[in-house]
Nanobody, 121 residues
Framework: QVQLVESGGGLVQAGGSLRLSCAAS????????MGWFRQAPGKERRFVAG????????YYADSVKGRFTISRDNAKNTAYLQMNSLKPEDTAVYYC??????????????WGQGTQVTVSS
């Protein structure tokens, strides 16, 4: 079973950018769809972005389309979430997830511990 560790969170001003990383170990990374989810205080965890295991298809929540980009580097066993034009409403704990041979927008079964992103106005 793949293990996931997120990094790259922090405090940023509105309009700024952050890049989150998700390092995977314990599995064949290229066989996993990778996704990013977020959970704001008092709210449910919600899908942000996903990339198919084969890498040719990506999916985004409407709220982040055009601002966030998901990518993967199979040589580094790492997935990324580039976040631009950040807004205060993007503030949340961001979780990385993996799904074996997943489509990218399906159900994820492996989760990281999360990294906090705070966007100040």
């Amino acid at each position: 079973q793949v293990q996931l560790v997120e990094s790259g969170g922090g405090l940023v001003q509105a309009g700024g950018s952050l890049r989150l990383s998700c390092a995977a170990s314990g599995g064949t990374f290229s066989h996993y769809a990778m996704g990013w989810f977020r959970q704001a205080p008092g709210k449910e965890r919600r899908f942000v972005a996903g990339i198919r295991w084969s890498g040719e298809k990506t999916y985004y929540a409407d709220s982040v389309k055009g601002r966030f980009t998901i990518s993967r580097d199979n040589a580094k066993n790492t997935a990324y979430l580039q976040m631009n034009s950040l807004k205060p409403e993007d503030t949340a704990v961001y979780y990385c997830a993996a799904d074996y041979y997943g489509s990218g927008n399906g159900i994820y079964h492996n989760w990281g511990q999360g990294t906090q992103v705070t966007v100040s106005s």
